[in-house]
């Protein structure tokens, strides 16, 4: 879509699915995926937005998206994996 800034992370072995992120590119932010080691191959996204102009304390953002089907397996190792991103970029 124009003017919209969009990052994913498909699943590598299937069709549909992932996680995304996106945003106007008229915002006032700058959208980067990071990409962080991800061994579980967890449906999850990352980025940091910046603000273009900052004028406060808040300088940046630590986005995530993820999904995760009810009765997942894998809903522990998605909170460890998003706490240990979380504390490694702060």
């Not at 069709?15 to 590119?25: K, M, S, W």
């Not at 700058?30 to 940091?48: F, G, R, S, V, Y």
Request: with cysteine; aromatic share 8%.
């Amino acid at each position: 879509m124009r003017g919209v800034k969009y990052i994913s992370t498909p699943r590598p072995d299937r069709i549909g699915g992932g996680a995304a992120i996106t945003l106007l590119e008229e915002s006032q932010f700058t959208l980067t995926q990071i990409t962080p080691p991800n061994p579980l191959k967890l449906e999850i996204c990352w980025a940091i937005l910046k603000l273009k102009n900052p004028t406060s304390r808040l300088k940046t953002i630590l986005v995530c998206s993820f999904y995760s089907p009810p009765k997942s397996r894998k809903q522990t190792p998605l909170l460890n994996h998003i706490s240990e991103v979380y504390y490694s970029h702060r």
